[in-house]
Structures are given as structure tokens and as C-alpha cells.
């Protein structure tokens, strides 16, 4: 009888803690940074489905944060054309960033970064690794009223 309590004492323990845990800590797929600098971007994800998006970020920031080498790196989106990503290795996308000034470079993204923004149908979220390309809309980029492009 004693171990038919405690069974029932521990069961109930657990679906305590479990509780209100639906979303696991993950963020909430209705609220999306907002940044203080607003850009406007198309970006193809790896089923090659483009959507124009605005008031993007990656893990909520503004700029890309990857490794070229050893060293990491964080480019500011406003000197960024497109970024290309392929498959790489060690939960990284390798990418191709391409400069408005005409030059390139790669630099290795982790896979689990979240870039997210605005759509006409809703607010997009999606992961490095299923990320094709982003191209960046020159001109776009300002403050304040950030709701459209």
C-alpha cells in the first residue's frame, strides 16, 4: 500500500513539473525580435520557396555572427548583398557572403541560428541549415515604424 502512494505521490510530481510545458522553452513562434534598424530581404530556403521579409534578424540581431578561420566574426547586414549556405560539417552551414562592394567571403554559420521577420502572411522563423540563400534589398534599411517595408 505504502509503495501504491508514493507511486501515485511521484506520478503526480511529474505531471506537476510537465505542466504548462507544451512549448518545451522554444521560442514562442508569434513573437519575433524587433530590431532597431529594419531590413528587407527574400529569402530561399533549401525547397527553394522564396519570401520577401522585413524587420529581419538572426538570433535577433542585425548583423550575421559566424567563423572565418578561427576567429569569429559578426558582419553588420547593412554591407551584406546575399548570403549563400551549403551543408558543412559539425552542426555549421558553410556561407558565401557577397558585399555590396563586390567582394566575398565564406565564413562557417552555425546550424541552429535563427534568422526571423515579417511576411505579408505572417511572421517567418527559420533555421541556418534550412536556409538556401538571403538576398539583402538595397535602400531598405531604416528606424522607427518598423510594422511594413
Known amino acids: 500500500?505504502?509503495?501504491?502512494?508514493v507511486l501515485i505521490l511521484v506520478l503526480a510530481g511529474i505531471l506537476a513539473l510537465t505542466c504548462g510545458m507544451s512549448g518545451l522553452g522554444g521560442p514562442s513562434?508569434?513573437?519575433i525580435p524587433e530590431p532597431d534598424e529594419?531590413?528587407?530581404v527574400t529569402v530561399i530556403d533549401k525547397s527553394l520557396v522564396s519570401a520577401p521579409a522585413w524587420n529581419v534578424t538572426?538570433?535577433?540581431d542585425?548583423?550575421?555572427v559566424g567563423l572565418r578561420g578561427k576567429a569569429q566574426v559578426a558582419i553588420d547586414f547593412e554591407k551584406i548583398q546575399a548570403v549563400d549556405f551549403v551543408s558543412g560539417d559539425q552542426g555549421f552551414q558553410n556561407a558565401a557572403v557577397l558585399f555590396w562592394d563586390g567582394s566575398s567571403h565564406?565564413?562557417?554559420v552555425k546550424n541552429m541560428v535563427r534568422c526571423s521577420g515579417r511576411t505579408d502572411i505572417g511572421i517567418m522563423q527559420i533555421k541556418v541549415r534550412?536556409?538556401?540563400?538571403?538576398e539583402f534589398i538595397q535602400g531598405t534599411k531604416s528606424t522607427g515604424d518598423t510594422s511594413s517595408p
Open 58 to 60: 538572426c538570433d535577433g
Open 38 to 40: 529594419n531590413y528587407t
Open 29 to 31: 513562434a508569434t513573437v
Open 1 to 5: 500500500m505504502k509503495r501504491l502512494i
Open 62 to 64: 542585425t548583423f550575421l
Open 106 to 108: 565564406e565564413i562557417k
Open 130 to 134: 534550412d536556409i538556401h540563400r538571403i
